[in-house]
């Protein structure tokens, strides 16, 4: 299958072309096609007569080619309306009854010469496909963000993102003003699910509501200055699958100046070895790492709920427990040789000890962040004296 993409290096087309890069490569078996892809990836700078040329032998067209911000409103016609205009002859002088896909925009009810420019740019596609008969699937998307999307241009999320990652103002005018949001993978999705489409349905085909978030502009604002935070106290946000929060943090991420992808964590020494708390989740507890020097005991504690998981990858140690109401000590040898995990439960005296030579790495779990005003932890010996 050859498939045409126009304005290949805008946002949505990058993120499309990737994909079936890795589709075509057998490096992503999410789908299911029958075809091998090759791919004309046509931008304005290569000229007119290849897009002409692109339009022979097509099989299907993804059009993303657009104008957001011109400095010359005509632009709006000459990038949304004209080159539509132009492809679509060129397909018809060809006889390619090849279906096209055409990203409009939610704006298209707008009054203003962007919406004006996209709604032409519909009825265009809806003529072209009375009088040939060919499939179109026109979708009218909200603000679509994720990675790729340029900042300071026509994406608030993505500005927002870079601004705020290199403490740069951002300005919210509407703070409540809710938004549309859409993420370029479900966009991505989408389109590519067309490719397997065999019995073409309704031509107007929009993004499926529950793939559309609607949140505010403080929501947002409010979300990613948490997650500029995190970085100083370890708080991970939500990232249940497909929420707004796991993708806004995704997308955040690629935003990160190059000398912010590294930071430090505070570690906590003395001559036993180290702590340092690596992760805190509101419902998930806290990950930390732990390194005890050869010959010493950490631990001596129990708790009254939490509970924890140690795993050994480095060293080797014996875990010691003791039920705070029993003599009887389970003692449980680890190493970094064999990765085991051994359960803390609560009312458990518990301690690690190094029996090597080396620093014993242990990566601790614990199902409570750590509070000081309610430690839940009390000191106990698993050994009496």
């Known amino acids: 299958m050859r498939v045409l993409i126009t304005g290949a290096r805008g946002f949505i087309a990058k993120n499309l072309i990737a994909t079936l890069e890795n589709i075509t490569a057998g490096k992503d078996r999410t789908y299911c096609l029958s075809e091998e892809i090759s791919l004309y990836k046509y931008s304005r700078d290569l000229g007119k007569e290849t897009l002409q040329v692109f339009c022979r032998d097509c099989d299907f067209v993804f059009y993303l080619a657009g104008v957001n911000r011109p400095r010359d409103p005509d632009e709006y016609w000459e990038g949304n309306v004209l080159l539509l205009k132009y492809m679509l002859e060129a397909l018809k002088d060809q006889k390619n009854c090849c279906p096209i896909m055409y990203a409009s925009s939610i704006h298209a009810e707008s009054k203003n010469p962007y919406g004006e420019s996209k709604r032409a740019g519909e009825e265009l596609l809806y003529q072209y496909s009375k009088d040939t008969g060919v499939p179109v699937y026109i979708y009218r998307l909200p603000n679509v963000f994720g990675k790729w999307s340029r900042p300071n241009y026509n994406s608030v999320v993505a500005t927002f993102c870079y601004n705020l990652a290199r403490d740069l103002p951002i300005q919210i005018h509407q703070p409540e003003k809710k938004l549309e949001l859409v993420y370029i993978d479900d966009v991505v999705r989408?389109?590519?699910n067309l490719l397997s489409v065999v019995e073409h349905g309704d031509m107007k085909n929009p993004i499926s509501m529950k793939d559309i978030y609607h949140v505010s502009l403080q929501e947002i604002a409010d979300l990613l200055a948490s997650f500029k935070r995190s970085?100083?106290?370890?708080?991970?946000p939500d990232m249940k699958a497909e929420s707004f929060s796991q993708r806004l943090y995704s997308t955040y991420l690629t935003y990160l100046p190059k000398e912010q992808i590294k930071y430090p964590c505070i570690m906590?020494?003395?001559?036993?070895?180290?702590?340092?708390?690596?992760?805190?989740?509101?419902?998930?507890?806290?990950?930390?790492?732990?390194?005890?020097?050869?010959?010493?005991?950490?631990?001596?504690?129990?708790h009254h709920t939490k509970n924890e998981k140690f795993i050994v990858v480095k060293g080797t140690g014996l875990i010691r427990l003791r039920k705070i109401d029993s003599n009887e000590i389970l003692d449980f040898h680890v190493s970094g040789e064999i990765i085991e995990v051994v359960d803390i439960p609560a009312g458990y005296a518990h301690n690690i000890i190094n029996i090597g030579e080396e620093d014993l790495v242990t990566i601790m779990w614990v199902s409570e962040c750590f509070h000081r005003e309610m430690p839940d932890t009390f000191s106990l010996k698993v050994e009496e004296e």
């Open 231 to 236: 970085r100083g106290d370890g708080q991970i």
């Open 268 to 302: 906590n020494r003395d001559s036993r070895g180290s702590f340092t708390e690596l992760f805190r989740t509101e419902d998930r507890g806290q990950v930390s790492v732990n390194v005890t020097k050869p010959g010493f005991v950490k631990g001596e504690h129990w």
């Open 190 to 192: 989408t389109l590519v």
